[in-house]
């Protein structure tokens, strides 16, 4: 039986693989292993994570994060080839651009082993993104390109790459938050979100963590000032980024008494909270995509989207990093004139199933 190995980094890959392995034990076909990498130490990854994504455990922890992109990319590279040299498997899957993402695909293929990238073809076009580097990188040298919106397709045409090689196949990350929100729907556990919720009728919710808006005191302290004028209108929750939270304690910023402040949510609380949100306020290319998926309104505040089709045709929009845009967006979906969108084609919660029939069929 052909063997797979699905690499993830980070959390948020383990919500894109997590799809692919439920899809995989479904289909009996092609044998698999977990290989974490250890870009991200999350205390928040434990059995229960596991648990709740409906996965094992990861087979394989390789503990080679931390450090500068360079070390990091090296200490992955270093522990996966000896790895792959030491169980070699027939094909290597990576999802999404993280630094795991580009160092594995490398490897892989400088092994003579296929590599298949899943959310390929997605491009913002903006190099000073280490994200938008390895997404260059990776499908430059990825043998099967799994693609979640139109955009893609068009991309990896234009870049020369064989249209037998591009499949367009919907979105895992839909995939799985359709999955969490049905298993939500049937518990009655309380999250750590629970009671903010319970107190407000309405709510909106933030996440940033680009270093493009946390890491400078002037864009912290606009970006700050919209939500605080925001936030007088409707109060939100911000579950904090330690590297966010850093910065707001060094630039001194106060975000005032109706931003209530939190630390990084498990999966299952996150989603509780901003499934039933007014508004989601982000940077995150994660959270434009699965706010479309459950139709929530979306504000991204960044330039450019690596992700269209929400633009086009979900609930997200794009207003910059200009405190007047932010907020005439925000009072426009308080007032209930926000964008209207709608879950994109193919993203229908099966993505995972057609990848896994490509793969089973390639590696037969």
Known sequence: MPIVYLVAGARPNFMKIAPIVRALQAHGGLGFKIIHTGQHYDREMNDVFFEELGI?????????GGGSHAQQTAKIMTAFEELCQAQRPDAVLVVGDVNSTLACSIVAKKLNIPVAHVEAGLRSGDM???E???????DSISDWFFVTEPSGVEHLRREGKAE?????????MVDNVLYQAEKLAKTEARFETSDFKSRHKRYGVVTLHRPSNVD???MMTRIGGALKEIAVDLPLLFPVHPRTRANLEKFGIDLGADITLVGPQGYMSFLNLWKDAVVVLTDSGGMQEETTAL?????????????????EEGTNVLVGTDPARIVAEARKVMRGEGKQGRRPHLWDGRAAE??????AKELA
């Open 354 to 359: 057609r990848i896994v029939g490509i793969l």
């Open 132 to 138: 938008e580097i390895n997404r260059l990188v990776t």
């Open 295 to 311: 139709g929530v309104p979306c504000i991204t505040i960044r330039e450019n989207t690596e992700r269209p089709v929400t633009v």
């Open 216 to 218: 400078s005191a002037e």
């Open 128 to 130: 000073s993104m280490p």
């Open 164 to 172: 037998s090689t591009i499949h367009y196949v919907g979105h895992v």
């Open 56 to 64: 094992p455990q990861p087979d394989v922890f390789m503990a080679a």
